[in-house]
């Protein structure tokens, strides 16, 4: 059974590959390194995996309020959110300034967490500090990019690997006959020798 390496491509058989502990995906040994974090030599991680331990791409802070907008997007033009349900999407709590000053919530700001919701294409209606929510109505749509393989355009006819025959086990004419020659040539010395042994007898030297 065969597998392709999900980095460099190569198909080799199973055994020679091994599985990412974060990924859970197979490797050939060439594109896996032990784990950076814990050094621990039996716990393999592909290149991508250990790319994303060492240098870890750094998000936002508003990021989680801002894909939640462009989902939402998708089939609302309002959403209502409270204080709380914010502070879950961006993964920590509100700075006081949200709590107290409505000025904060202004679609006029230049600040980090003005442009999460104006990025994508939403801005702010209602501010209601006392009851702890805001309003949110979308202004304008964002084209969403469409994630996915591209489709392959075939413009040469296909052409076939080439198969390579398995050489013959079958030796060839030429060494069966040096091999037969070889076998009468033993042959023929061991009937001379024969001949010698019988048929001669030492005369004494006096």
Not at 168 to 196: G, H
Request: glycine share 6%; with cysteine.
């Amino acid at each position: 059974m065969k597998d392709e390496c999900g980095i460099c491509g190569r198909v080799l058989r199973v055994v020679y590959m091994r599985k990412c502990e974060r990924c859970k995906k197979l490797y050939c040994r060439d594109c896996m390194v032990p784990d950076v974090a814990t050094g621990d030599p039996n716990a393999m991680l592909c290149l991508h995996c250990a790319s994303r331990v060492v240098a870890p791409v750094s998000k936002g802070k508003y990021e989680g309020l801002e894909s939640h907008l462009k989902f939402r997007a998708a089939f609302t033009s309002m959403v209502k959110l409270s204080f709380a349900r914010i502070d879950g999407l961006i993964g920590s709590s509100l700075p006081t300034a949200a709590f107290k000053h409505p000025a904060w919530w202004s679609n006029t700001s230049t600040s980090v967490h003005t442009k999460a919701w104006l990025k994508v294409g939403w801005e702010i209606q209602e501010v209601n500090l006392k009851e702890g929510y805001v309003i949110f109505k979308k202004v304008r749509s964002i084209a969403v990019k469409k994630g996915g393989k591209r489709k392959l355009e075939i413009n040469k006819p296909f052409t076939p690997v080439p198969i390579h025959r398995p050489r013959s086990k079958m030796p060839s004419n030429t060494k069966v006959s040096r091999l037969y020659a070889r076998i009468k040539n033993m042959e023929r010395n061991r009937a001379a020798e024969r001949r010698q042994i019988r048929g001669f007898k030492a005369r004494p030297r006096h």
